[in-house]
């Protein structure tokens, strides 16, 4: 079977609101704004750009008149949004994005009203709230090799992000971002300025291990938990969703590219380049001894030629890469990287923020998961 691929674009904008839905008294019942990050995923057909190569600049050109309507506005005054929750928002763009500017195949929209805040409506139409928490700790992992670095006690800035769905597809609030706060919050006095080898249940505190030891724990408080992801450092984590674990290392390159099918003229068909995101995903089941699905030492290790022949490197050279487009380099990317990470079953890659492609392999055990 071929891999899924999906096209990504985004678009910021800022607005007003108020929700009346809140309780008397909560902050949000007061007009406020917000900087607002929007986001589509799409399984796009084939012809559906003007020319192949062109569907990530034509989503983008299509998510901007989008969501233009909703830029320096007061969202209230908005037409279907009179009360304009995150999940709100996000219906109202996939809505208008399928209805008035024809973006077939949606997979996924996000909404990100705050740095630490968002939500991810689902293929199926379930709203995901999330939340991230920051935490310092300390840390070991005494059953790695002699010489790792990990081995060594040292610390890390951990991030967490809750998943819940809301899945009430109406608009009201069921579970709302204060309540994630109150289940979180003993974990937090739990974790934060802590050695993680100290607590029962993380001696060995790898990444995979923390996402199962907190999904464990907050299940039974927060029934609508979907997945819990932890960022051990800003470009690698784990997430874990009851069954499965997944880990990603993240990396930039800077390369240039010209695209072989733009029209004569067209801006795309010149050289020029990007400072690209790179994120490979692998799935594995985990190892009981080690804590871990795959090293994340491994991956940069075994990854690296591969990364050298991309980074700082015209593109568009490359003998067996079809286009310079992000949906053939991140095809190119997971072909070549299953060859010696046969754990790797999804690459993300952005030429600039959430605009895109995502490679997912057949073989995937989990929907897309945002990280």
């Not at 709100?88 to 500017?101: K, P, Q, S």
């Amino acid at each position: 079977m071929r891999p899924r691929q999906l096209h990504s674009a985004s678009a910021g904008f800022e607005a007003a609101l108020h929700v009346d839905l809140l309780p008397d008294g909560h902050r949000s019942r007061r007009l406020h704004g917000h900087s607002f990050f929007a986001t589509v995923r799409a399984e796009l057909p084939a012809g559906w750009a003007p020319f192949p190569g062109g569907e990530v600049v034509e989503l983008q050109r299509r998510m901007d008149a989008c969501v233009a309507p909703l830029d320096y506005a007061q969202l209230n005054a908005i037409d279907g949004l009179a009360q304009p929750t995150d999940e709100n928002i996000a219906r109202w763009i996939r809505t208008r994005l399928e209805t008035t500017f024809d973006v077939p195949g949606i997979v996924q929209i996000g909404v990100q009203s705050t740095a630490h805040t968002g939500v991810d409506l689902d293929r199926a139409g379930h709203a995901h709230l999330w939340r991230r928490y920051r935490f310092q700790a300390a840390h070991r992992l005494p059953n790695v090799p002699l010489g790792h670095k990990c081995g060594r006690m040292h610390g890390h800035g951990f991030e967490v992000i809750l998943h819940a769905d809301q899945d009430i597809g109406t608009g009201d609030l069921g579970i709302d971002y204060d309540r994630i706060d109150a289940v979180w919050a003993p974990f937090q006095i739990a974790l934060n300025y802590q050695c993680l080898n100290a607590i029962t249940g993380l001696e060995n505190p790898t990444s995979e291990v923390i996402s199962a030891w907190l999904w464990q724990r907050l299940k039974p408080l927060l029934p609508e938990l979907s997945w819990v992801t932890v960022y051990e450092t800003g470009s690698c984590g784990a997430n874990f969703d009851g069954a499965h674990y997944r880990i990603w290392k993240e990396m930039t390159l800077d390369s240039a590219i010209r695209l072989r099918h733009a029209p004569a003229g067209h801006l795309l068909g010149a050289i020029h380049g990007h400072t690209y995101t790179l994120r490979l995903h692998l799935s594995a089941p985990l190892d009981e001894v080690m804590g871990w699905t795959v090293d994340f030492g491994d991956v940069k290790t075994q990854f690296d030629p591969i990364f050298k022949a991309i980074d700082h490197r015209p593109l568009h050279e490359i003998a067996d890469l079809p286009d310079g487009d992000a949906l053939s380099l991140a095809r190119w990317v997971l072909d070549k990287g299953r060859a010696v990470l046969p754990a790797l079953d999804r690459v993300d890659l952005y030429e600039t923020r959430g605009c895109g492609a995502i490679v997912i392999a057949a073989t995937a055990t989990q929907e897309l998961v945002p990280v």
